[in-house]
């Protein structure tokens, strides 16, 4: 079993940044490929990131490339999300979700642990 809490949300201006984290419960925790997905408000969740059980592989959405990166750090059972140049369209619930299978956090919303959300607000 694995519970998952994000933190680090909050309120930033356009162009600012944030750094969310993903902290997780479990001695297994680093053999799990872990996914952050957003939320806006009347839309569905949407991919953002994932990165595998040992950091060596990470994927991003395609329109993120470049102003998002994905981190581990397994000693800590902390997955992080770095976000640069925020704009307000990033407005959004981020959650952070768990699954040994890799195509399963990559291509769906399946994934068997996720956490309870961070609100990310950007201001223009």
């Known amino acids: 079993q694995v519970q998952l809490v994000e933190s680090g949300g909050g309120l930033v201006q356009a162009g600012g940044s944030l750094r969310l984290s993903c902290a997780a419960s479990g001695r297994t925790f680093s053999s799990y490929t872990v996914g952050w997905f957003r939320q806006a408000p009347g839309k569905e969740h949407e991919f953002v990131a994932a990165i595998n059980w040992n950091g060596g592989s990470t994927y991003y959405a395609d329109s993120l490339k470049g102003r998002f990166t994905i981190s581990r750090d397994n000693a800590k059972n902390t997955v992080y999300l770095q976000m640069n140049s925020l704009k307000p369209e990033d407005t959004a619930v981020y959650y952070c979700?768990?699954?040994?299978?890799?195509?399963?956090?990559?291509?769906?919303?399946?994934?068997?642990?996720w956490g309870q959300g961070t609100q990310v607000t950007v201001s223009s």
């Open positions: 979700a768990a699954d040994h299978n890799t195509i399963v956090v990559l291509t769906t919303t399946s994934s068997s642990y």
